[in-house]
């Protein structure tokens, strides 16, 4: 299994765009949908709220990292320079959930909704969890 795991909403369309961004520049992260059966077993393994979720989360050594904390522990890992982006961690937690808050409230209004969750072509099925 993978070291590493991104739940993502697979309705979403920003969400299907960040896993294809991701995919790009990192070789060891999987990913299953938060509405799939994997990701509903995660759910409840750590505790999480399904329907309450508005957020990504990453498992990472048995913990999961939801909204701003994810993200900054993604970048970390991504190929290239983005890891410069970590100097973000510097701002304290509630403001940067706050702003990850009104981008996912927003989601699907600014960048539309999928009726399905989309399986990136060229990119290893097994990094893709059922």
């Known amino acids: 299994m993978c070291p590493d795991i991104l739940l993502f909403d697979g309705d979403c369309n920003l969400c299907n765009n960040a896993v294809q961004f991701i995919l790009k520049?990192?070789?060891d992260i999987c990913f299953a949908s938060l509405?799939?059966?994997t990701g509903i077993e995660l759910l409840i393994k750590?505790?999480?709220a399904a329907e309450s979720l508005n957020t990504l989360v990453f498992?990472?050594?048995n913990s999961a990292y939801l909204k701003s904390a994810a993200v900054l522990k993604i970048i970390k890992k991504l190929n290239g320079l983005w890891p410069l982006?970590?100097?973000f961690a510097v701002v304290p937690s509630f403001i940067s959930n706050k702003l990850y808050d009104l981008?996912?409230?927003y989601r699907f209004q600014w960048f539309g909704r999928?009726?399905?969750c989309m399986l990136p072509e060229g990119f290893p099925k097994s990094r893709f969890i059922e």
Do not use: D, M, P
């Open 85 to 87: 982006l970590y100097v």
């Open 25 to 27: 520049r990192n070789t």
């Open 103 to 105: 981008i996912a409230n």
């Open 59 to 61: 498992i990472q050594n």
């Open 114 to 116: 999928r009726k399905n």
């Open 35 to 37: 509405q799939s059966t």
């Open 46 to 48: 750590y505790e999480l």
